[in-house]
């Protein structure tokens, strides 16, 4: 992995190697970066089991969620801002207010 010298650039380059094949199928997509940090990002969480990976719900389907979610007493993380209904059970009332979730502390997420 190398790092820019310029402190104007944002990210840090890394290089992998991949076989012949998969170098031809990345040369045809138009960004690859935006697609391997897209790839990437998605592997690190499961598709939602409500929506399906689409990111969007039937109203009535987003009422019952939020009821469940209520119903739960479930918190929202800082950070990502997900609701986590069982990740705080037994925890002070000022943590309960600040609530950060496992993934977001693992990976040092700014919150």
């Given at each position: 992995?190398?790092?820019?010298?310029?402190?104007?650039?944002?990210?840090?380059?890394?290089?992998?190697?991949?076989?012949?094949?998969?170098?031809?199928?990345?040369?045809?997509?138009?960004?690859?970066?935006?697609?391997?940090?897209d790839?990437?990002?998605?592997s690190f969480y499961d598709?939602?089991?409500?929506?399906?990976?689409?990111g969007?719900l039937?109203?009535?389907v987003?009422?019952?969620?939020?009821?469940?979610?209520?119903a739960?007493?479930?918190?929202e993380?800082?950070?990502?801002?997900?609701?986590?209904?069982?990740?705080?059970?037994g925890?002070?009332?000022?943590?309960?207010?600040?609530?950060?979730?496992?993934?977001?502390?693992?990976?040092?997420h700014?919150h």
């Open positions: 992995m190398a790092r820019s010298n310029s402190a104007k650039d944002k990210g840090v380059i890394v290089s992998f190697r991949v076989d012949r094949h998969l170098a031809d199928v990345l040369k045809k997509v138009p960004d690859k970066s935006a697609f391997i940090r790839v990437i990002l998605r598709t939602c089991p409500v929506c399906r990976g689409r969007v039937p109203k009535e987003a009422r019952w969620a939020s009821g469940r979610l209520k739960d007493a479930a918190l993380c800082a950070c990502c801002l997900y609701g986590y209904p069982a990740a705080t059970r925890k002070t009332e000022k943590a309960r207010q600040r609530f950060v979730c496992r993934h977001c502390q693992d990976h040092e700014s």
